[in-house]
T-cell receptor, first 114, second 113 residues
Framework: GAGVSQSPSNKVTEKGKDVELRCDPI?????LYWYRQSLGQGLEFLIY????????KSGLPSDRFSAERTGGSVSTLTIQRTQQEDSAVYLC????????????FGPGTRLTVT | GQQLNQSPQSMFIQEGEDVSMNCTSS?????WLWYKQEPGEGPVLLIA?????ELTSNGRLTAQFGITRKDSFLNISASIPSDVGIYFC?????????????FGKGITLSVRP
């Protein structure tokens, strides 16, 4: 079946602009995660959604970052007033939900802030 | 917080060789996962382990859940050029009720033909 999809695949924006990154999880997966991966680095957890529960936002680096998940499916990660240090690959993953820890990743969105 | 250690950061091997990677934790983990990431792609799940001592294979890959529950190993046998990539370990500890994983920083594997 279809895997996790993300759009756009690449985004170049000017410093100070807002950007929105989209994630479509695997159908039926109730858990959705956002990660940030800087060049040559590991995965930095940003936010986690599980069903209709309040999201775990503990990894968001600043209040310029926010995410929502509509209808328990598609998620949007928004970065306001982008800074050059926000340049990274933003990865989305989904899993079946509580008690299942196998996360499946999308291809990522490469964000470049100029 | 929980941390996973993977070292060295890079490994260089000759095609046909076997290679072993390990991942260690500062605390007990209940789940270990191994992922591979190729350039421009997201990480792909290779093997999932749920029980101490468990040994699981996926083709030429074999992973083990350490009996101390603080480590895991991934072995690749008879390496080929397409094994090139970054190998991440990930785990979930025994505390907390959510499904968040902790990831290692990854090991970049290069295979010389």
């Amino acid at each position: 079946g279809a895997g996790v999809s993300q759009s756009p695949s690449n985004k170049v924006t000017e410093k100070g602009k807002d950007v929105e990154l989209r994630c479509d999880p695997i159908s039926g997966h109730t858990a959705l995660y956002w990660y940030r991966q800087s060049l040559g680095q590991g995965l930095e957890f940003l936010i986690y959604f599980q069903g209709n529960s309040a999201p775990d936002k503990s990894g968001l680096p600043s209040d310029r970052f926010s995410a929502e998940r509509t209808g328990g499916s598609v998620s949007t990660l928004t970065i306001q007033r982008t800074q050059q240090e926000d340049s990274a690959v933003y990865l989305c993953a989904s899993s079946r939900g509580i008690g299942n820890y196998e996360q499946y990743f999308g291809p990522g969105t490469r964000l470049t802030v100029t | 917080g929980q941390q996973l250690n993977q070292s060295p950061q890079s490994m260089f091997i000759q095609e046909g060789e076997d290679v072993s990677m390990n991942c260690t934790s500062s605390s007990i983990f209940n789940t270990w996962l191994w992922y591979k990431q190729e350039p421009g792609e997201g990480p792909v799940l290779l093997i999932a382990l749920y029980k101490a001592g468990e040994l699981t294979s996926n083709g030429r890959l074999t992973a083990q859940f350490g009996i101390t529950r603080k480590d895991s190993f991934l072995n690749i046998s008879a390496s080929i050029p397409s094994d090139v990539g970054i190998y991440f370990c990930a785990g979930r500890g025994s505390t907390g009720a959510n499904s968040k994983l902790t990831f290692g920083k990854g090991i970049t594997l290069s295979v010389r033909p």
